[in-house]
């Protein structure tokens, strides 16, 4: 069963609100990630975690907080968004963090910053 | 420059032809790439990974050309559900993280 799963499915929130994003994976994946994707550009990477410990932050801002509370879970904290922060938020596993391994996404999270 | 480039397209194509993508890479130290479909507002769905040696899996082939850094997917007898973008990934160099092509956009008409 390669299913990633996503909540909520759409996010509208103020620019002084705090929100968070979950993905979840029972596939025994222990790479995850998320993915920044806004219209018509392919997504972009923001943070990768291996065995639940983060392995990579492109250099997003502080505004976005990652979280691994075990190895099924990813979440997203959002504080003090911008309006251009609106996009699709892909969360994605693999078997582990190796280049052969394939990433299996989840259906995402359309969020619009007001 | 960029990693990977693919040409965006459009594709429009009859249903029943046959289409061809290519994508080149830049960075030689690549070592895995892999093609994702999107449909318009849903995820990347993983197509194939591609292989040195070149793979099949119905009517979709993927062929990686290491010497001359190019990817390639071929689709026969296009369908109508095959309307999507076609995303071309690798991996870049000393990461692992995969690198995006921007898409080829595809669309078979009836």
């Known amino acids: 069963d390669t299913e990633v799963t996503q909540t909520p499915k759409h996010l509208v929130m103020g620019m002084t609100n705090k929100k968070s994003l979950k993905c979840e994976q029972h596939?025994?994946?222990?790479?995850m990630y998320w993915y920044k994707q806004k219209a018509k550009k392919p997504p972009e990477l923001m943070f990768v975690y291996s065995y639940e410990k983060l392995s990579i932050n492109e250099s997003v801002p502080s505004r976005f907080s990652p979280e691994c509370p075990n190895s099924s879970l990813l979440n997203l904290h959002l504080h003090a968004l911008q309006p251009e922060d609106s996009a699709l938020y892909l969360c994605?596993?693999?078997?582990?963090?190796?280049?052969?391994?394939?990433?299996?996404f989840g259906p995402g999270t359309r969020l619009t910053v007001l | 420059r960029k990693e990977v480039e693919q040409d965006p397209g459009p594709f429009n194509v009859p249903e029943g032809a046959t289409v061809a993508f290519n994508c080149t890479y830049s960075n030689s130290a690549s070592q895995s790439f892999f093609w994702y479909r999107q449909d318009c507002r849903k995820e990347p769905k993983l197509l194939m990974s591609?292989?040195?040696s070149g793979n099949e899996d119905g009517r979709f082939t993927a062929q990686l050309n290491r010497a001359s850094q190019y990817i390639s997917l071929l689709i026969r007898d296009s369908k109508l559900s095959d309307s999507a973008t076609y995303l071309c990934?690798?991996?870049?160099?000393?990461?692992?993280?995969?690198?995006f092509g921007s898409g080829t956009q595809l669309t078979v008409l009836p």
């Open positions: 994605a596993s693999s078997r582990e963090d190796r280049p052969y391994n394939e990433q299996f």
């Open positions: 596939m025994g994946h222990r790479a």
């Open positions: 591609v292989y040195s």
């Open positions: 990934v690798g991996t870049s160099g000393s990461a692992r993280q995969l690198t």
